[in-house]
């Protein structure tokens, strides 16, 4: 399989960086752009694009700002969904991308509803990964309570047991050598030979600067902006606790076109290569643009 580094500049002078893989099949449709989580990056794809690729696709994991191979901000405060769908606007103009289907995991996803309101005529379909309009309180304070922290490791074993630390509720079934796999997804190791996170912490600024009194933002808007763009599909993992039911319900009330596919034993967030998300993406794929 062909993979490449695709590199563009950000709206503000940011090298930013993705994988770019090559269709292995005959073309079928639109580009796929997967845009990772919170404090993750292009490397949670690797499984899913190889076999979205060998469906005709090309596939363009990308690495947010901050993450991965893209540049740190100097300015911790443009971390926020608002930067990252400009940053995207700029990726489509960069490779002369004109509509693509986007799947977006977790921040991806938001990022995708934002990307609906400045530039809809990109959107051929939406692939939303454990995320909503709404997110609940419970899992928003999990992921508050470690982005930024601890960032350095002694050993690849180190690496893994964080990774469990953090993810272990989410994947019950995981064994030691997904652990193994999963730290090497997460962490970077420097040519000093240093074990770092795959992030900058500084990502973590506009939790600690946001008003802990304020109410949630109503991202309804954005959400029926996206419906509106082409279809939608929600995985959500079965034990999620950033997507709860009831919020699956307000999405369906907003957006009844939306399909639905959940994950067994899984929280937030699938990989999206299990057996139920696979299944439902690729049907979803063979309808889209």
Partial sequence: MS?????????????????????????SGAPVICIHGLTRNARDFEDLARRVAALGRRVIAVDVRGRGRSARDPQPLNYHPGTYAM???ALLEATGIERATFIGTSMGGIIAMVLASIRPEAIAGVVLNDVGPELSPVGLARIGGYVGGDSAFATWD???AYAKTINGAAFPDHDDADWAAFARRLVDETPEGALVLAYDPEIAAPFKAADPEAPPADMTPLFRALAACGPVLLVRGE???????PIVERMRA?????????????GHAP???????????????????
């Avoid at 590199?7 to 005959?26: C, F, I, K, M």
């Avoid at 034990?239 to 039911?245: A, E, F, M, Y």
Wanted: aromatic share 8%.
């Fill in 3 to 27: 993979v490449a580094d695709l590199t563009w500049s950000s709206p503000d002078g940011l090298a930013l960086h993705a994988r770019d893989y090559a269709p292995t099949a005959p073309v």
């Fill in 158 to 160: 180190e690496a893994a």
């Fill in 271 to 289: 990989m999206l290569t299990e057996p139920e998300a696979w299944d439902a993406i690729a049907a979803f794929l063979a309808e889209a643009d």
């Fill in 87 to 89: 940053d995207v606007v």
């Fill in 254 to 266: 907003a957006a009844p076109a939306m399909t639905y596919a959940e994950v067994p034993g899984v």
């Fill in 239 to 245: 034990i999620s606790d950033l997507i709860d039911p």
